[in-house]
């Protein structure tokens, strides 16, 4: 059964490289309108290119979630001139200087995590919250394994994951029946961020043995399952997180 969500306007914001250009492009693909957000205009500018090359809208916009009022703006911005059918929350951030031991991450590190990955994705549903529920819109969270399991020596992160599989709860809740909101934990994805998990052989092969599927997913293959989701294929889930991690949690 093919997706056609034409006519529908979808918001990704980190969307203009990996998993989120992926995402943006998949919803080009179904037929909808879709401005990827992201604070480097080259990379927006890019990806916009290749939306309009499937005959649909977008439009160039760079935005960095940790700045509430910038989202407001932003937000406002895209539905006065599109109008807003479907958010996804892809922005995220796992920097080097929020890795390790609880004693190495100071209050900096930490903050900029979770204010990026829990704190922009609430700031950006909040900023669509009326035209979502005017649209009876729907609304994708991109969390990890992160947000299920623990993982050492990520702590901002997985917190901020887990934050968001919470948040999609409670945002699920408020919302029905008029938006459904639903979570996609990712496993790891072969994208520039994860390069040098890549390039080290004692690290990649770590992680090709925990997961079942034995290797790193193509960011399109966790494109296709926020596509579903944002469609009436999935009209009857809300508020539930979606493992495509390649087996990772069901060990």
Known sequence: MEIDLSGKTAVVTGGSRGIGRAITLGFAEAGADVVPL?????DVEA?????????????????????????EACFDRIDDDLGIDIVVN???????????TPGSVDDEGFDLVTDVNLGGAFACARAAESALIENEGTLVNVASVGGLVGLPRQ??????KHGLVGLTKSLA???????????????YVATELTAEVQDNDRLRESVERRTPLDRFAEPEEIAGPAVFLASDLASYA???TFAVDGGWTAR
């Open 155 to 160: 702590h901002p992160y997985v917190a901020s």
């Open 238 to 240: 809300t508020g539930a």
């Open 173 to 187: 809740l408020d919302w029905a029946p008029d938006v459904r909101v639903n979570c996609l934990a990712r496993g």
């Open 47 to 71: 990806v916009v290119e290749e939306v309009r090359e499937h005959g649909v809208e977008s439009r160039v916009e760079t935005l960095d979630v940790a700045d509430t009022e910038a989202v």
């Open 90 to 100: 892809n922005a995220g951030i796992n920097p080097g200087s929020a890795l390790g």
């Open 38 to 42: 992201s604070r480097t205009e080259s």
